[in-house]
């Protein structure tokens, strides 16, 4: 199993930037893919970003250029970085560890960014 902690979330004004935090602990070994995910007032999750075991990224066309998954090792830490916030960003941030067939879920975290 995995367990997921994200950190990081927070009020911004438009254009400004903010680093989302993913600590895991468990099987961490076993993640194959790694995931940020969002979901906003009366609309579906949606997959934002995610980073393979093997460094591959994927990004939603909206967040291309602006936000970077990345990965410490040494820490355990899985980040979203978020530059050029916009207030369509605002969302409750999940990340998700995909192991095998299983995938486990943070606690999420609230983005709101201010026009």
């Known amino acids: 199993q995995v367990q997921l902690v994200e950190s990081g979330g927070g009020l911004v004004q438009a254009g400004g930037s903010l680093r989302l935090s993913c600590a895991a602990s468990?099987?961490?070994?076993?993640?194959?893919?790694m995931g940020w995910y969002r979901q906003a007032p009366g609309k579906q999750r949606e997959l934002v970003a995610t980073?393979?075991?093997?460094?591959?990224?994927k990004y939603i066309d909206s967040v291309k250029g602006r936000f970077t998954i990345s990965r410490d090792n040494a820490k355990n830490t899985w980040y979203l970085q978020m530059n050029s916030l916009k207030p369509e960003d605002t969302a409750v941030y999940y990340c998700?560890?995909?192991?095998?067939?299983?995938?486990?879920w943070g606690q999420g975290t609230q983005v709101t960014v201010s026009s």
């Open positions: 980073l393979t075991s093997g460094l591959y990224t």
């Open positions: 468990g099987s961490i070994f076993s993640i194959n893919v």
């Open positions: 998700a560890a995909q192991v095998g067939s299983s995938r486990y």
